[in-house]
């Protein structure tokens, strides 16, 4: 706990010396057994990448370097409570234990809408604000039969 | 409308091409004015990345290529309801429509868990499967309260 404590003051700390950088304020890292093995902050704006956020940012640094999409050991502290695509990209990326300091109320008050993206998430996607159309009879669904039945894939 | 369905088909053309070349079974592509200018497929598994769903990488691309963070003038063609990450990615990205074909269940039966985080999302991170646990006391407060008095920032 003592060791949590610590590395979730160096996200906290990454995050700080970012915004002196021109970046947004969110740090995040990657550690494997108690070490840090990726950093990062949020970059969206200098970088023109609206999935640079700085959770997101230290999963890809972590899974290049373990060269697995697969980090389920390791540990992700993050200056803020994760948004839903960062939340995401942490199940997909099989991690287990998050720790972080801020929530998304503290975000939403600093003017970040994690909280309405939280909200719309929830909904039928033909109610949210964004225009969301299905065409069901496109052929989505050939996709996952060719992926059933193919016999060289790498499940994932 | 039949201009939708073409560019919807174009992606699900890139999702089976892909399974080909050994990626998951997922293709996106974004346009703007009714033209293509980015196109991906997933490729989790072969980059080592876990955040590489084509929607994700479609948006990258698109967001390099336009030199900016916001895609609030393109529109989203993919061949899957997009999961809670790339949800996410879509809503920071400011993109207004997205056009599917399969949808969460179809994921489902082929071995992706998108309605597993989904469900995960909703609820409170302290009941989650994955262990989060939030230090309060850490000092996250103080990072928003350095963005907020920041002169030279670039709101995003």
């Keep these: 706990m003592e060791n949590d404590r610590s590395l979730l003051q160096h996200a906290i700390r990454l995050a700080e010396e970012g915004i002196n950088r021109g970046h947004g304020p969110f740090g995040a890292l990657i550690a494997k057994e108690g070490r840090i093995i990726a950093e990062a902050n949020n970059k969206v704006v200098l970088s023109h990448d609206p999935t640079a956020h700085a959770e997101v940012l230290a999963i890809r640094e972590a ?33 287990k234990k998050v ?53 060289n894939k790498i499940p994932y």
Excluded: N
Excluded at 70 to 94: H, K, R
Excluded at 103 to 121: C, N, P, V, W
């Design 63 to 95: 899974s290049l370097l373990l060269k697995t999409h697969d980090l389920s050991d390791c540990v992700l502290y993050t200056s803020c409570e994760p948004c839903p695509m960062c939340l995401g990209a942490i199940y997909w990326s099989g991690i």
């Design 99 to 151: 720790v972080y300091a801020a929530d998304r109320h503290d975000a939403e008050r600093s003017g970040f809408s994690d909280k309405l993206i939280y909200d719309e998430i929830g909904i039928d996607p033909g109610k949210r604000k964004i225009h969301f159309i299905r065409i069901p009879d496109a052929g989505g669904e050939q996709v996952f039969k060719k992926w059933d039945g193919f016999e």
